[in-house]
């Protein structure tokens, strides 16, 4: 089955800096990858996500990149800000009927 | 609209008991999920529910079972609860566009003493 694995576990930023994290995955049937975030004691929340037709997406302060060939994917969040301080989980899925996470990486944004 | 509710948000058992974790959804979604979240380890997919009346298995089953009981009600059930099973359990729905992708209830914390 789908393995994801993310880096780092752990990252500090000073406020106004870029942030990137970065994930592997091994099914290379995978065609579907979302970014979810997580405040500390909520949910899960859909940042932004890219399909495996595409080789990069923006939305505002975020892009996500896709490598097939190598099956990476990375986030980079810029001009970071402290409520980007959270967890962030990078995922795969394969035909769209369930998502493989990765383990989480905890952000902290120092102002 | 309430999206997905879940119940109870907290819960203690004895090792040995069992209980039910009860999740409901009202966007009409299809699909359906159950997760544990543990630290270091992410979100770990238990079980799911393609479509009403269909379950299979995730990443880690073993100890839990599911009931989809319609398209709005997808239970997870405890027959003999273990501390292993300490954890933070979500549980998610979607549908079949992926437009929106997951939208995740608020989570149970289940303590196995």
């Known amino acids: 089955g789908e393995n994801v694995e993310q880096h780092p576990s752990t990252l500090s930023v000073q406020e106004g800096d870029s942030a990137v994290i970065k994930c592997t995955y091994s099914?290379?049937?995978?065609?579907?990858f979302p970014w979810y975030k997580q405040e500390l004691g909520k949910r899960p929340q859909l940042i932004i996500d890219i399909r495996s037709n595409v080789g990069e997406k923006k939305d505002q302060r975020i892009a996500v990149t896709l490598n097939k060939t190598a099956k990476h994917f990375s986030l980079h969040i810029t001009e970071t800000q402290p409520e980007d301080s959270a967890v962030y989980f990078c995922a795969a899925s394969t035909s769209y009927d369930k998502v493989i996470f990765g383990p989480g990486t905890s952000l902290s944004v120092i102002p | 609209n309430a999206g997905v509710t879940q119940t109870p948000k907290f819960q203690v058992l004895k090792t040995g008991q069992s209980m039910t974790l009860q999740c409901a959804q009202d966007m009409n979604h299809n699909s359906m999920y159950w997760y544990r979240q543990d630290p270091g380890m992410g979100l770990r997919l238990i079980y799911y529910s393609a479509s009403e009346g269909t379950t299979d298995k995730g990443e880690v089953p073993n100890g839990y079972n599911v009931s989809r009981l319609n398209k709005r009600e997808f239970s997870l059930r405890l027959e003999s609860a273990a501390p292993s099973q300490t954890s933070v359990y979500f549980c998610?729905?979607?549908?079949?566009?992926?437009?929106?992708?997951?939208?995740f209830g608020s989570g149970t914390r289940l303590t196995v003493v």
């Open positions: 099914d290379s049937a995978s065609n579907y």
């Open positions: 998610a729905s979607s549908d079949y566009s992926w437009v929106d992708g997951y939208t």
